[in-house]
Nanobody, 129 residues
């Protein structure tokens, strides 16, 4: 049984940092990428970061580039999202999924994207001004 579990969210002041973790277990298929997403209050979910599980290539949305860094620890089956210089606009529920968003081309898997089992339940990040 596949499990995708995010952790590390919380309340932080503007300018602060958080590190989110995404622990993946029970996945036996070929995993090509892992994506981080967020859904701010009243807005649609957006893909913000992507990491290739084969060569470690990383990609970030322009709005978080230079502040957020995605990384992986294969031995721990965990993907991280280091978030620095946080802003109130970063307030959202953050999700991890076993594919990157469509914007990341070859790292997107349509079937995985539409399979709820391949998504975590999210972790809340709140940035106060």
């Amino acid at each position: 049984q596949v499990q995708v579990v995010e952790s590390g969210g919380g309340l932080v002041q503007s300018g602060g940092s958080l590190r989110l973790s995404c622990l993946i277990s029970g996945f036996t298929l070929d995993l090509k990428s892992v994506g981080w997403y967020r859904q701010p209050p009243g807005k649609e979910r957006e893909g913000i970061s992507c990491i290739s599980t084969s060569d470690g290539s990383t990609y970030h949305l322009d709005s978080v580039k230079g502040r957020f860094t995605v990384s992986r620890d294969s031995a721990k089956n965990t993907v991280y999202l280091q978030m620095n210089s946080l802003k109130p606009d970063d307030t959202a529920v953050y999700y991890c999924a076993l594919t990157c968003s469509p914007r990341y081309g070859k790292y997107y898997n349509h079937d995985y994207y539409h399979n709820n089992d391949y998504w975590g339940h999210g972790t809340q990040v709140t940035v106060s001004s």
